[in-house]
Antibody, heavy 121, light 107 residues
Framework: QITLKESGPTLVKPTQTLTLTCSFS??????????VGWIRQPPGKALEWLAL???????RYRPSLNSRLAITKDSSKNQVILTMTNVDPVDTGTYYC?????????????WGQGAPVIVSS | DIQMTQSPSSLSASVGDRVTITCRAS??????LAWFQHKPGKAPKSLIY???RLQVGVPTHFSGSGSGTDFTLTINGLQPEDFATYFC?????????FGGGTKVEIK
């Protein structure tokens, strides 16, 4: 059974760096084909994909946020970490991590319940 | 980026009703479309992938159809547990993009 859970600060000040952790179980990030992604949803807006990390440490980022995002994995802890620098109030929203189904590019078959993030001074 | 336009944004329905939600892509995405169900405070749940393939464990009163730019999620015989928000996602093009969601409420 695949489960994922996001954790991190709920309140972050503008210009600070946001670090979110996705802790997962039921799969290994080292298995060929496996990938984990991050998606967010600003209040009242559509979901927005942010980043993806593959089993072989290849990474993909949302082009418009590429310079501010970093995704890493710690396979020994079954965790994927997303870092976003220089946050702004527009980065407020709920952040989800999700398991990407192997062989289906960016189809996310299992999601965490989300972590709310508020960017405010 | 591919724009995914979902309609309606909300609807009211009764238990037992047939509900249809549509998703339109701004470009041809072949059959690379997924549907999700989302309840407040819960993890989004995948229902359908490849436009019409039911995810394991999803009740068969959910079905998906379409290809190219126009897609439909149908719920036959709405159940009390089906009241939720539904959203689509295309994964044919990078970056993946999502529809704005359809909230299904109790009439």
């Amino acid at each position: 059974q695949i489960t994922l859970k996001e954790s991190g600060p709920t309140l972050v000040k503008p210009t600070q760096t946001l670090t979110l952790t996705c802790s997962f179980s039921g799969f290994s990030i080292n298995t060929t084909g496996v990938a984990v992604g991050w998606i967010r949803q600003p209040p009242g807006k559509a979901l927005e994909w942010l980043a993806l990390i593959y089993w072989d440490d290849d990474k993909r980022y949302r082009p418009s946020l590429n310079s501010r995002l970093a995704i890493t994995k710690d396979s020994s802890k079954n965790q994927v970490i997303l870092t976003m620098t220089n946050v702004d109030p527009v980065d407020t929203g709920t952040y989800y991590c999700a398991h990407r189904r192997a062989g289906l590019t960016f189809f996310f078959d299992y999601w965490g319940q989300g972590a709310p993030v508020i960017v405010s001074s | 980026d591919i724009q995914m336009t979902q309609s309606p944004s909300s609807l009211s329905a009764s238990v037992g009703d047939r509900v249809t939600i549509t998703c339109r892509a701004s470009e041809d995405i072949s059959h690379h479309l997924a549907w999700f169900q989302h309840k407040p405070g819960k993890a989004p749940k995948s229902l359908i992938y490849s436009a019409s393939r039911l995810q394991v464990g999803v009740p068969t009163h959910f079905s998906g159809s379409g290809s190219g730019t126009d897609f439909t999620l149908t719920i036959n015989g709405l159940q009390p547990e089906d009241f939720a928000t539904y959203f689509c996602q295309q994964y044919n093009y990078y970056p993946p993009t999502f529809g704005g969601g359809t909230k299904v409420e109790i009439k």
